[in-house]
Each structure stands twice: as C-alpha cells, then as structure tokens.
C-alpha cells in the first residue's frame, strides 16, 4: 500500500505456516479462490495495465501510498476459473524460468571471476 514499488506477490501454504506477519506498508488481500486465484490477481496487478492502473490510484508524489477503499474500486475482468489455472501455471512456470536463469547468472558470474583471477596471476 505504501512505498515506490507498488508490486503484487502470492504468499505459498509454506510461507502462511510461519506466521510471518505483514509489515504496515502492505495490503493483505484474502481471497475466494472459487472466484479468482492469487496467482490471476498478482499477474494482473503486476501487470502493465495493473501497474498503471495503481499508479492512477496512488496518491503522494515521494512515497505513493493506496488506500483499502481505493482498491476495492477496482474493476477486473476475471475469466473462468479453468483460464485462471491455465495463467497460474504459467504463472509458475515463468517463476521457475526465473529462478534458474537467476542461478545461472549467479555460476557465470563465478566461472568469469575465477577466469578472471586466473588470467590475471
């Protein structure tokens, strides 16, 4: 709700086991997954159209902030619940592309610094 990064993010069964509490800079929004699935919601608030639909409904010029009521005002054309599943698991699957090319970049990074150190001795 609060900060220069209004972003969306999915909290997972193992995430909720912890007991993590959200900080007052966040909105937690508990939905009817017979209606809409998070991961639908995070996507579309994410999204280019969703960021610039927060942005329009953010008020403050240095920390742009959300409130609650504005937020409910939010229109979102929400398909059926079997397209919302094919998007959660691209959803997912783009997650995962991420995190390997992340740990990719991460062992290239190493190789080159190695290679580097190397080369320089």
Sequence with gaps: SKGTNLRAAVISEEQEK???????SCLVIDL??????????????NSEYGQ????????????????????????????ELS???????????HT??????EKMKKKHLTVMEATLQKLMA
């Design 52 to 79: 610039s639909l927060l942005d329009s409904l953010s008020k403050g010029s240095m920390i742009q902030n959300i409130s609650v009521s504005s937020l409910k005002s939010i229109e979102i054309n929400v398909p």
């Design 83 to 93: 397209k919302q599943k094919v998007i959660s698991e691209v959803f997912y699957q």
């Design 96 to 101: 995962q592309a991420l995190m390997v090319l």
């Design 18 to 24: 912890l007991n993590l509490v959200a900080p007052a």
């Design 32 to 45: 009817d997954i017979n209606k809409i699935l998070p991961e639908f919601l995070t996507l579309f608030l």
